[in-house]
């Protein structure tokens, strides 16, 4: 690519999503580690998926932006805490 060429991220960017929706379990911020889970791996949200599945929407300008949608986003991450830890 010659020097200064801009660079179109379109298709990487679809190819992102499309393999975000892979991994999302229905609900918002519900995100699976794998694809094909194995016997120690449940095919249920996962700390790691979910995390980083938010991580990936918020750096794409994707996460909701209104306090109800942003809420629903939260709960699930919420719910991989530990009580009396955080």
Do not use: C, I
């Not at 060429?5 to 918002?28: F, N, S, T, V």
């Not at 932006?65 to 991989?80: Q, S």
């Amino acid at each position: 690519m010659p020097m200064g060429a801009a660079l179109d991220l379109r298709p990487w960017l679809a190819r992102l999503e499309k393999h975000l929706a892979e991994y999302a379990l229905g609900e918002p911020g519900a995100y699976r580690r794998w694809r094909s889970p194995g016997a120690d791996e449940p095919d249920a949200a996962n700390p790691y998926g979910s995390a980083d599945a938010a991580n990936l929407l918020y750096t794409l300008g994707r996460l909701p932006g209104n306090a109800d949608g942003r809420a629903r986003w939260v709960e699930p991450l919420r719910d991989f805490q530990e009580p009396d830890t955080g």
